[in-house]
């Protein structure tokens, strides 16, 4: 292959041929193998324009897919015009050159790919490091056994998908010098986590948090938006929000929780992507209530479904209570699919973050997260203590009401996290009855 053609890794409004290697471990949708891909090189702006399935027990060693399917992928190549080709598959630097000796163009994998988008998306501090150092422990020794040489990589340029850094800093060929970026990287990235590790400790002493998880593209932005009135940036396309952005959700009836919006999840993240943005991640990792947001109307619910939640496994998110969300029920053709669901997570929730239906089922269940269990008691409270009174009188169902000297009674239906805040608060209460 020509001296320079790998440099060139842009996609945007490129033709681009995409090849799926289906092995017996594969996990992408049967239906539809190659979906989630085109949508992944349409966000990075390529043009599909042909697609190569193969099915192989095992990768071939020199090309994946063997020397008969690299020559017919390279007779599509030439027949379209095609100036890249996108694998679903992860590729090893010998494997990527091999096959574009014989294509005469860019071959790009998966990973490649995701790691272009984060970059083009990354827009605070905290996430340009990461997407850097995903992109220096996953691109580096893959270009560095395919090139001569590594040419200057700046934030925004067309240096193209995989290499799109969000720094303007150079890599040198130097292993040495690249070894001590990377720890560079991971000591500024662990700064950062400690420190958001200490705000989201504080912040949740101190509120009721509820982390927004999901699938990329599940409408979980937009219901943030919905339920919050925030503007956080909400479009159709994969990964639109890469940093995480709480705000308080107001309940009603006095009540409100944190709630945080977080980077969408694909199947096959690369770890160490997943690993650079623990971070990102934290809010989820330590939140109360989860709230996983699901695209139902999607052909590929059911893979995305267990993507996300092998995803919250892996980040340790997989301990507190959680609320299954059917999103997108206002483009279902028919409630087969939403009925299968509601049958085998008896909990979950069908909704529209568009519409805005269900949502008032949804404040409710809230509500009684973070109540805690609701419980009827008899509280004593000195009728002085009018912060109390109005706490119980706006925040709590009351039953019955009695007056003695000083003194009121109030028998109440009140939840246990409301009971424990109430008594850590320093009034004056006494539980008479419960």
């Known amino acids: 292959m020509e001296e320079g053609l790998r440099q060139?890794?842009?996609?945007?409004?490129?033709?681009?041929?995409?090849?799926?290697?289906?092995?017996?471990?594969?996990?992408?949708?049967?239906?539809?193998?190659?979906?989630?891909?085109?949508?992944?090189?349409?966000?990075?702006?390529?043009?599909?324009?042909?697609?190569?399935f193969q099915n192989r027990n095992k990768p071939d060693s020199a090309t994946y897919i063997g020397s008969g399917k690299v020559r017919e992928l390279a007779e599509m190549v030439q027949?379209?015009?095609?100036?890249?080709?996108?694998?679903?598959?992860?590729?090893?630097?010998?494997?990527?050159?091999?096959?574009?000796?014989?294509?005469?163009?860019?071959?790009?994998?998966?990973?490649?790919?995701?790691?272009?988008?984060?970059?083009?998306?990354?827009?605070?501090?905290?996430?340009?490091?990461?997407?850097?150092?995903?992109?220096?422990i996953y691109t580096y020794p893959r270009l560095r056994a395919m090139w001569s040489h590594l040419e200057r990589i700046t934030g925004g340029s067309p240096v193209g998908m995989g290499t799109r850094g969000p720094g303007e800093q150079q890599l040198e060929?130097?292993?040495?010098?690249?070894?001590?970026?990377?720890?560079?990287?991971?000591?500024?990235?662990?700064?950062?986590?400690?420190?958001?590790?200490?705000?989201?400790?504080?912040?949740?002493?101190?509120?009721?948090t509820v982390g927004l998880v999901g699938y990329t593209n599940a409408g979980k932005s937009t219901l943030f938006n919905t339920l919050t009135d925030a503007g956080a940036y909400a479009d159709d396309r994969l990964?639109?929000?890469?940093?995480?952005?709480?705000?308080?959700?107001?309940?009603?009836?006095?009540?409100?929780?944190?709630?945080?919006?977080?980077?969408?999840?694909?199947?096959d993240l690369p770890h160490h992507l997943v690993a650079s943005f623990k971070a990102t991640l934290e809010e989820a990792v330590h939140s109360d209530l989860l709230l996983i947001v699901l695209d139902v109307s999607d052909p590929r619910t059911r893979h995305q479904y267990e993507t996300v939640n092998e995803v919250l496994k892996d980040i340790g998110a997989d301990r507190q209570p959680r609320i299954l969300l059917l999103n997108k029920i206002d483009r279902l053709e028919n409630n087969a699919e939403l009925l299968l669901f509601e049958k085998e997570v008896p909990d979950s929730l069908p909704i529209s973050a568009q519409t805005g239906r269900g949502l008032d089922k949804l404040v409710e269940r809230v509500r009684e997260a973070l109540r805690g269990g609701v419980n009827e008691v008899t509280l004593k409270i000195p009728l002085s203590d009018g912060k109390a009174i109005g706490f119980l009188e706006t925040r709590t169902v009351v039953v019955d009401r009695q007056y003695e000297g000083a003194y009121a009674f109030y028998k109440v239906r009140i939840g246990k996290r409301h009971l424990d805040q109430l008594k850590s608060s320093g009034v004056s209460i006494e539980v008479v009855e419960a």
């Open 8 to 52: 060139q890794l842009k996609v945007g409004q490129e033709k681009v041929i995409l090849v799926a290697c289906m092995l017996p471990d594969n996990n992408s949708d049967p239906n539809d193998p190659l979906g989630e891909l085109r949508s992944l090189v349409d966000t990075a702006g390529g043009i599909v324009v042909d697609e190569l």
């Open 79 to 136: 027949a379209h015009g095609a100036q890249a080709v996108v694998f679903d598959n992860d590729l090893s630097p010998a494997q990527i050159s091999n096959i574009e000796e014989e294509v005469k163009c860019k071959v790009l994998d998966r990973s490649e790919v995701i790691l272009d988008i984060f970059a083009a998306r990354a827009q605070t501090n905290e996430a340009k490091l990461q997407v850097e150092l995903a992109q220096l």
């Open 173 to 208: 060929i130097d292993r040495r010098i690249v070894k001590h970026k990377i720890s560079v990287l991971k000591k500024l990235i662990e700064d950062i986590q400690i420190r958001k590790s200490r705000e989201v400790a504080a912040r949740n002493k101190d509120n009721f």
């Open 239 to 267: 990964f639109a929000t890469l940093s995480t952005l709480t705000r308080k959700w107001n309940l009603g009836s006095g009540d409100s929780v944190m709630l945080s919006d977080t980077v969408g999840f694909v199947r």
